[in-house]
């Protein structure tokens, strides 16, 4: 067997994120699970109550962003916002019933589409895919440090 050069490589790399961004978009129109929006509802689904600062921190976001993502939720009734007790410069984050049922909802139509997107794939094969995802993550994220 041939092996393939970096930049065969590369590129079948990108063509299967595309096939599984075309996946996600086609099989679930009303979400998008690439947004900000919905890791920020599962952490705080996780986390309960939270500061924004805190919150920002976690999710490596800058704060602006973070407003926004968190206006969208307030807006779609999600989460709540509240001037910390102790603190009356610090907002305090919090997920509502309605954000527990949508976080919920998700994570299970997350669930079943992994479960699809992996099942080609051995045991074995998982386990490597896994640390070759892994090595090339930490490499670019230490590339981002320098």
């Known amino acids: 067997m041939r092996y393939p050069n970096d ?3 590369t ?4 063509q299967v994120v595309r096939q599984l961004e075309n996946l996600a978009k086609s099989s679930h129109k009303n979400l998008n699970f690439f947004s900000g929006q919905y890791k920020c509802l599962f952490l705080l689904d996780e ?8 919150l920002s921190h976690i999710l490596e976001i ?6 926004e993502i968190l206006s ?3 807006k779609k009734g999600y989460i709540t ?6 603190d009356k410069r610090t907002y305090m984050i919090s997920v509502t019933p309605d954000g527990k049922k949508e ?3 998700v994570r299970s139509i997350r669930l079943k589409e992994h479960h699809e997107l992996t099942d080609p794939l051995s045991d074995n094969d998982k386990l490597a895919l896994y640390e070759i995802l892994g090595k090339i993550k930490e490499y670019y994220t230490k590339q981002e440090e320098i």
């Open 7 to 9: 930049h065969e490589l």
């Open 81 to 86: 916002r509240a001037l910390s007790e102790t």
């Open 11 to 14: 590129e079948l790399f990108y």
């Open 103 to 105: 976080a919920q909802r």
């Open 72 to 74: 969208k939720l307030e």
């Open 62 to 67: 800058r704060s602006t962003s973070l407003s």
């Open 47 to 54: 986390a309960g109550t939270i500061s924004q600062r805190r």
